[in-house]
């Protein structure tokens, strides 16, 4: 089980917008900056996000993230079939090494 | 371009030692820290550890703690992975990572090596 909390799925038609919720905790997400990762099948996890808002060179503005609290979220919007993947956040926590990641969230384009 | 290169794929059996590679290229190696990440068939993402190339400063997450060990050689831009007994339960796809934002955030990835471990 993770310990940042992500809704296992959500769908929406094109065009439509989503969101996908990151649930941490103080010694987290409340203390950290929130990255954002694409998988798409077969291939290599992408950074969409990060420190909580920022987009690298090369993301569509489409994908945007924000952080409150102990919960960030990542949202998309003008929803494509190119984005039919899993998405993971991702942060430290002060009490373990390294990364932590959430159960990731797939994103199904009806 | 700021790339990491992965070794390739793997077929092994039970009890097995294994050292897996990931070499950068296109910027300064030892001084950003670089992750191991595992990822199960069908199932998500686990950071295994971290390591520092420049000291070889390294930490291990709980669950992989004495399971695996993480080096690096920064002469030739490389971190590695090594198991002394492969299980079957190591079956996964392995990345390599680099922490290039703030709070580890993972900037570059390679391409994965895919690890299988079978009678």
């Known amino acids: 089980q993770s310990v940042l909390t992500q809704p296992p799925s959500v769908s929406a038609a094109p065009g439509q917008n989503v969101i996908i919720t990151c649930s941490g905790s103080?010694?987290?997400?409340?203390?950290?900056?929130v990255s954002w990762y694409q998988q798409l099948p077969g291939t290599a996890p992408k950074v969409l996000i990060y420190?909580?808002?920022k987009r690298p060179t090369g993301i569509p503005g489409r994908f945007s993230g924000s952080k409150s609290g102990t919960s960030a979220t990542l949202g998309i919007t003008g929803l494509q079939t190119g984005d039919e993947a899993e998405y993971y956040c991702?942060?430290?926590?002060?009490?373990?090494?390294?990364?932590?990641f959430g159960g990731g969230t797939k994103v199904t384009v009806l | 371009e700021v790339l990491l290169v992965q070794s390739g794929a793997e077929v092994k059996k039970p009890g097995e030692s294994l050292e897996i590679s990931c070499q950068g290229s296109?910027?300064?190696?030892?001084?950003?820290?670089i992750a191991w990440v595992r990822q199960m068939p069908g199932k998500g993402l686990e950071c295994m550890g971290i390591?520092?190339?420049?000291?070889?400063?390294?930490r291990y997450s709980p669950s992989f703690e004495g399971q695996v060990t993480i080096s690096a050689d920064k002469s030739i831009s490389t971190a590695y992975l090594q198991w002394t007994s492969l299980k079957a339960s190591d079956t996964a796809i392995y990345y390599c990572?680099?922490?290039?934002?703030?709070?580890?955030?993972?900037?570059?990835w390679g391409q994965g090596t895919t690890v299988t471990v079978s009678s």
């Open positions: 390591i520092f190339p420049a000291d070889s400063d390294t």
């Open positions: 991702g942060t430290r926590d002060n009490s373990l090494s390294g990364v932590i």
């Open positions: 990572a680099r922490s290039g934002f703030s709070d580890h955030g993972l900037d570059v």
């Open positions: 296109g910027y300064s190696f030892p001084t950003s820290w």
């Open positions: 420190e909580n808002k």
């Open positions: 103080v010694s987290n997400i409340g203390s950290h900056y």
